[in-house]
């Protein structure tokens, strides 16, 4: 018997107000491995992981996590369950420090209870000591020590991006899901993230990434989605959908 992959989707649809903005999607996503969704705008890949991810509930379809059924339960339980999503515009909280946030990120997850945290007993200086250990890791491997203490007001756009993918990595998520990680990046941070990306998942973190940037999606990723007007219209490696030149020309402007 095979194991389940880390992540099923099957039949997802989803409307708003007679618009169908994800039409019966279904794909699978195997642990360990990076995959891309990309797509024209409004083709619904934000709409597919809001979904996936708790933020909408889709009206048809299942989501299975490792085998358990995940579909329409609410965010907070999706994330404690191990798949955790970053958000096109960036969520930091701009007057706290770079390690502040991290350890903000982790706080959902330290689930010792209230009466622990009260009594500050063992197990609640442990789960603390153990976040901060964790920040100072993802901090250097982000490679923003020099703001490691720094409010996030004052970073770039791009270190806060970063920032945002650590916060994510906290609490060891079993999949990560990026809604465009690169939007708005300057090339030299573009490669930085891409970087980092690269050491997680040499880690063993699994990832699924929606990104408008094609190139970065062909150097990243295994596998490849293709969305158009709500439906998946092809997968493939980058090599497979690089050759489409339906793909190409119809849905990127891209000439093959
Ligand atoms: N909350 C919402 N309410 C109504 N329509 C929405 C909402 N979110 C997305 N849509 C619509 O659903 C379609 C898919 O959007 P989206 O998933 O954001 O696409 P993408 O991320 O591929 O750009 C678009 O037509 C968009 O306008
Ligand atoms: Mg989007």
Not at 137 to 150: K, S
Not at 221 to 244: H, N, W, Y
């Amino acid at each position: 018997m095979t194991a389940p992959p880390l992540l099923a989707v099957e039949g997802l649809t989803k409307n708003f107000a007679g618009l169908r903005a994800v039409d019966g999607v279904s794909f699978a996503i195997a642990d360990g491995t990076i995959t891309g969704i990309i797509g024209p705008n409004g083709s619904g890949k934000s709409t597919t992981i809001d979904c996936i991810s708790g933020f909408q509930r889709p009206d048809a379809g299942r989501v299975l996590l490792d085998g358990a059924d995940i579909t329409g339960r609410p965010a907070d339980a999706i994330a404690r369950a191990g798949l955790i999503r970053t958000f096109q515009a960036v969520r930091l909280y701009d007057q706290m420090s770079v390690r502040e946030n991290l350890l903000q990120a982790a706080r959902p997850f330290q689930q010792v209870g209230w009466v622990a945290d009260f009594l500050r007993t063992a197990a609640m200086r442990r789960a603390v000591d153990a976040a901060e250990a964790r920040a100072e890791e993802l901090i250097a491997m982000i490679g923003l020590e020099r703001y490691r203490d720094a409010p996030a007001v004052i970073l770039s756009y791009g270190q806060k991006k970063l920032v945002a993918l650590a916060a994510a990595l906290m609490p060891r998520p079993r999949l990560v899901v990026l809604d465009e990680p690169v939007a708005g990046v300057n090339p030299t941070r573009i490669r930085e993230i891409e970087e980092v990306i690269l050491r997680l998942h040499a880690a063993g973190e699994t990832f699924v990434i929606v990104e408008h940037n094609v190139e970065f999606i062909m150097r990243l990723c295994s596998r490849i989605l293709v969305f158009v007007q709500g439906a998946k219209t092809m997968e493939g490696d980058p090599a497979a959908v690089q050759s489409d030149e339906r793909v190409l020309e119809a849905y990127l402007g891209i000439r093959a």
